[in-house]
DNA sequence: GTGCCCATGTAAGTGGTTACATGATTCA
DNA sequence: TGAATCATGTAACCACTTACATGGGCAC
């Protein structure tokens, strides 16, 4: 669903081409995103009948490779993406890939999603603690239930660590809003 | 590609009919697997055909409501995909899932692929560690390289918090295997 | 000149999402 | 009797995956 958004948002990063884009979300860039080239030349594709982007032309006869750079029309079309998309409690790299875009163009007013994901991740956190507190407060658990339980700290470290995380986030954020 | 394992799983646990699946995959039982109504209705149907489940005809004439449990054959389906599926780093989930089957069903040996993702999340995470090292070692940022760092050390944090939680799993996994 | 990487695509299959559809039961 | 919930499905679309395909450039 937001595929192009993040092809987007690599091209605003650096120009690059399809293959380019491939390689970059096959490593670092994308650790949290991604894409096979196959999407990428069809998004690609489909962007540029958009008007999102476009090929530079700067080595056409000399090679085959195809750069493409983001048109102020695909630029637009981020923030707007950013700014509208709703995050839901489990969108954790949806909000990653926001905050890059709101990275590499200036600030786009993420604050108030940011507090909405900390407080689902507040109420999931009261619900696994509830469920912790009602099915494993006996001392002794056979194993499938230990098993259990611990399926469930995984849910419960996940949101204390996603939490610890997300409260720096406003103040990065908020400053030099405009 | 899990969907219908999912759904054996439940199952064990549980015998229900597809609609009261569909309830327990919206609320606790699988905050980390959603499957709509219509995935499994379409999945039970194919897994009727495959002779891995089967309907409880205690009310047929009754209600429409149709009661699936699965049969003998479907039982050895969920512990051959457990045992055989390989888990990539990020497939925390399926791992999760894997837990839960060997929760329903005696011990799988699932401790070998356990071993595995450890070592690759120390081995990303040191990526990372390398990463931040070589882009964020510098004292003042600005604004989009602090909001990289912070993308950056939720993946650090991430992995670290996996890597604590999973640190528990082998003993419960190893002792009164078979 | 053979093999490997660069570079871009097409085609088929499958699974998930969204919308549509129907009818029974239950409660006010 | 009307609305909400129970209960099960069909159909269309779209995205992603996997496999196939092609050809240029470069190094040994």
Chains 1, 2 share one sequence.
Do not use: C
């Amino acid at each position: 669903m937001s595929t192009p958004h993040a092809i987007l948002i690599a091209l605003l990063e650096k120009p690059s081409s399809g293959y380019d884009l491939a390689r970059r979300f096959d490593r670092a860039i994308a650790y949290f995103w991604q894409a096979t080239h196959q999407q990428i030349y069809r998004e690609l594709g489909r962007m540029v009948d958009a008007g999102w982007v476009a090929v530079i032309e700067e080595d056409a006869a000399a090679t085959r490779k195809k750069v493409y750079r983001v048109l102020p029309v695909g630029r637009e079309e981020v923030a707007r993406w950013a700014r509208e998309t709703p995050l839901g409690v489990d969108d954790r790299n949806l909000l990653l890939l926001k905050l890059r875009a709101d990275a590499v163009i200036g600030p786009l007013g993420l604050a108030g999603q940011v507090q909405q994901m900390i407080a689902d991740a507040r109420e999931r956190l009261d619900t696994y603690r509830a469920i912790e507190q009602r099915d494993f407060g006996a001392s002794s658990l056979t194993r499938g239930q230990q098993l259990q339980y611990a399926i469930l700290k995984a849910g419960i470290r996940t949101q204390e660590t996603w939490l610890e995380w997300a409260d720096e986030l406003p103040s990065l954020l908020e400053e030099g809003e405009q």
